[in-house]
């Protein structure tokens, strides 16, 4: 199994972690499983150098905080095994371009940039395409927003098997339907996402603030509080997003609120988020505080990375006709 995060911002947000990061802990112990900060991938849009770096080491400190254990899945950065970009060019060249600019995530992630728009934000699912297939990942744990990359992998894999011969597995996508998509709290029609940042939480934040945030969001001018992803969208996602933090039903929290208001589910949630996160920041902050180990970390996970990958790639480089290098 593999699944990968962007150090792209100094915090993940309720967006990320809900919709796919929860999901890595308890698959470490049925999977062999691969975590990658897939820095590649954060340089397809315009990074500082010095910020970039930062926010790798913040990235692998968040997921060791959240429960990934080093010793039972293989953490690490994606710029560390070159054969993700090796095997990328050849999907490359395999890849049609009219089915490239089918993508609907670099048709939104390019009609937001306000700089120029890079050969590679477009060739992105293809590197996430070679992320996946080096590992010959059966399930791959994401959101709903990248269901479209994960059926590009399974075609580019497909098509590949069919013209060199049988090289890699094509991989499922492991959605959790339930917080497939976490919405935006100031805008709850909108996926939260970073690049908007005024509905975002982020776990790394002062919880003051996020109980803040979640005390305003947008709801509807009604009082009842039920679950009408269509008509209450607001109040859903909060329901939503308390259930997974709580491990309470929908329909127990709904029961659990008849008579009361939105502002008081609103400042239980707040306290419930509160809850949950101050633990995860003490412990990035413990990781923080020895970046020595954090980089040895690393080091290892890269090192049983380039095992499996560069097997991989020596297979699809003898397939496709390169002559080997000895
Ligand atoms: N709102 C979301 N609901 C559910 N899952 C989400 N993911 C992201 N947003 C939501 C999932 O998080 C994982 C890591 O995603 P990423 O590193 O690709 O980050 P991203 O998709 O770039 O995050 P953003 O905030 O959505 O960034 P922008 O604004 O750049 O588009 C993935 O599994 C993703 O599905």
Redesign the pocket.
């Known amino acids: 199994m593999l ?4 150090p ?1 911002a100094s915090s993940f ?1 309720l ?2 972690y ?3 990061l929860r999901q890595w802990v308890p698959l470490q112990d049925t999977h062999d499983a691969f975590y990658s900060v ?1 820095d590649l991938h954060a340089i397809t849009v315009e990074q500082d150098p010095k910020v970039l770096r930062q926010n790798t080491r913040l990235s692998a400190a968040q997921l060791l905080a959240l429960g990934i254990d080093p010793d039972r899945a293989t953490l690490f950065v994606q710029s560390h095994v070159p054969e993700h970009a090796q095997l990328s060019w050849v999907l490359q060249c395999i890849t049609g371009f009219g089915e490239a600019s089918r993508m609907t ?1 670099f048709k939104d ?1 390019s009609a937001r940039q306000e700089t120029q728009v890079g050969v590679g934000l477009f060739t992105y699912p293809i590197l996430q395409a070679a992320d996946i297939l080096l590992y010959q990942a059966h399930h791959v744990p ?5 269901r479209q990359h994960l059926e590009l992998t399974r075609d580019l894999a497909q098509r590949f098997n069919t013209r060199f011969g049988k090289t890699f597995r094509l991989p499922e996508p492991h959605i959790v339907k339930d ?5 935006d709290l100031q805008d709850p029609t909108s ?6 940042p005024a509905g975002v939480v982020e776990l790394l934040e002062d919880p003051k603030r996020s109980a803040k945030k979640i005390r305003s969001a947008v709801t509807d001018t009604g009082r009842e509080i039920v679950y009408d992803p269509e008509n209450k969208a607001g109040v859903s996602n909060l329901l939503v997003i308390y259930s997974a933090l709580s491990g309470r039903s929908v329909d127990e929290l709904v029961a659990s609120y008849e008579g009361k208001g939105y502002g008081d589910l609103k400042k239980d949630l707040g306290e419930v988020f509160t809850e949950f996160v101050t633990p995860i920041q003490a412990r990035v902050r413990e990781y923080l505080d020895d970046p020595a180990e954090l980089d040895k970390v690393l080091a290892k996970g890269a090192e049983r990375a380039r095992q499996v990958a560069s097997v991989t790639l020596r297979r699809v480089y003898e397939r496709v006709g390169f002559l080997s290098s000895g």
């Open positions: 699944s990968g995060i962007q792209t947000h967006g990320n809900l919709g796919a897939v995530q992630k994401v959101g709903e927003d990248q917080t497939a998509k976490i919405y996926k939260m996402s970073k690049s908007v």
